[in-house]
């Protein structure tokens, strides 16, 4: 959709995450690094496991992979609050697995810190299709218009949902109204208020999150 693009926030002042510099890739890694001794539950790679990220003040910002984590350590962008007991090893050196993260400059975060992307509707509504209510993969997952676009519906926070597919063919193009379906919840722009919610969601699993979190 050509009104979507990737997250990028652009805030004043200092220079805030980026994209990149919360993308995981691959070449983060060092070769031959493997992990050990896991303590955390698994879903998938370790190294794809959530770290909370905080900013200088402790202020929770963002939720990055522990990969991108120990690379911003690395280059002295962070440093680690909270450790798991797991390390990650290399040819020459191991490193503690961080849970919790800190930026060691603050980074001023705009109130809507949160570019329009099919990545950050389909977080914001949680992978939940907001008509059937029903929690799918990311790739059994459309975002609708709720106001068609061939009604003048426009590609915006309030006006894209995240949705199945079968829920999508069965509106087509007219309103939930029309087609008999009931929103799950209004859709509204991604905040930073929206991802301290996902933050306390993923951070129940992780008792090392919660002090930061403010349970």
């Known amino acids: ?9 652009s805030p004043r002042g200092h220079r805030p995450l980026t994209a990149a510099d919360t993308a995981v890739s691959s070449s983060d890694q060092p070769a031959g690094s493997r992990t050990q001794n896991s303590a955390v539950p698994r879903r998938g790679s370790l190294m794809q496991e959530p770290v909370l990220v905080l900013n200088a003040t402790y202020e929770p ?8 984590a120990m690379v911003l350590m690395l280059k002295g962008v962070a440093q680690a609050e909270e450790l798991h007991s797991s390390e990650v090893h290399s040819a020459a050196h191991s490193h503690r697995v961080p849970s919790v993260i800190r930026l060691v400059a603050y980074r001023h975060i705009p109130q809507q810190s ?3 992307s099919r990545k950050n ?3 914001r509504d949680r992978n939940t299709c907001q008509f059937c209510g029903r929690v799918f993969p990311s790739s059994e997952l459309t975002l609708d218009h709720v106001v068609p676009r061939s ?15 079968r829920c999508n063919n069965s509106k087509g193009d007219r309103t939930p109204e029309e087609a008999g379906f009931k ?7 991604f905040t930073l208020h929206t991802s301290r919610q996902l933050m306390r969601l993923i951070g129940h699993r992780d008792e090392r999150w919660r002090k930061y979190l403010f349970y």
């Open 1 to 9: 959709m050509s009104a979507l693009r990737q997250d990028s926030p």
């Open 61 to 68: 910002i963002n939720v990055t992979a522990v990969r991108r």
């Open 114 to 116: 949160r570019a329009l």
């Open 121 to 123: 509707i389909l977080l």
């Open 151 to 165: 009604r003048g519906g426009r590609s915006t926070w309030e006006n894209l949902v995240a949705c199945c597919y």
């Open 183 to 189: 929103l799950a919840r209004r859709p509204r722009p």
